[in-house]
């Protein structure tokens, strides 16, 4: 952020203090990035020379823990400062190991970025047909992006279908069991009812003939008497 603010004085200073860190906890992958950085500072003021060194720097740390997407970035930017300072067969050298890297890892958006500084690289030497390859695999590469982003994105969306088709037959179910448990609980309750209707109805008609007996057994002692 501070370099895109040209605040590099600052930046530098961050920089320092990040440096100081990284050794004492010999963090090589911070350190790396941190060298990398300040010599992009360097670059940018177009002090040429410190950037090299800072770039050298990070670039051979990068080499010693086989950090192969940053060694690629710092290579392309150091044969780049190499076109900045016309030393082209080095530029052309250093960017082409570079591209190579960046190749085998096949990154998209590193492969872009290499390209476009090794295309320069050529332009600057007058040497157009070799832009002009590097133009026609930047074309490709960006159908290549479009390609994998396309299909990225239709993966993207087959899983949010399932997804939804998966979560709309868990609430179905739900749902199911929901309406299951409510029918069993008002069919029990049904037959609650039916069975205490039907005892009720016992009960009525016991008393109703107990009544009756107990009428019919009073005249017959009357009749008796």
């Not at 192969?68 to 392309?76: D, I, M, R, V």
């Not at 500084?117 to 332009?123: H, N, R």
């Not at 205490?196 to 008497?225: M, P």
């Amino acid at each position: 952020m501070l370099l895109g603010q040209k605040k590099y004085e600052e930046a530098l200073q961050y920089f320092d203090e990040g440096i100081t860190n990284s050794k004492k906890a010999n963090d090589k992958v911070y350190l790396s990035l941190l060298y990398h950085n300040k010599g992009a500072a360097y670059d940018k003021q177009n002090r040429l020379d410190e950037a090299l060194g800072f770039y050298e720097q990070a670039a051979s740390i990068r080499r010693e823990i086989n950090e192969q997407e940053g060694l690629a970035n710092t290579l392309s930017n150091i044969g780049y400062l190499y076109a900045k300072k016309k030393n082209y067969p080095k530029a052309i050298n250093i960017t082409e190991e570079a591209l190579k890297i960046a190749q085998t890892l096949g990154y998209p958006g590193l492969r872009k970025n290499v390209d476009n500084d090794l295309k320069s690289i050529y332009v600057k030497t007058g040497n157009y047909k070799k832009a002009f390859e590097l133009y026609a695999l930047a074309v490709q590469m960006k159908d290549s992006v479009i390609n994998l982003a396309n299909k990225e994105a239709a993966i993207k969306q087959q899983y949010t279908y399932e997804f939804q088709e998966k979560e709309n037959a868990i609430k179905v179910k739900a749902e199911i069991e929901k309406q299951t448990i409510k029918l069993r609980s008002e069919e029990e309750h049904k037959k609650q009812r039916v069975i205490i209707g039907s005892i009720l109805t016992i009960l009525l008609v016991t008393i109703v003939l107990g009544v009756f007996i107990y009428k019919a057994y009073r005249q017959k002692l009357d009749l008796c008497n």
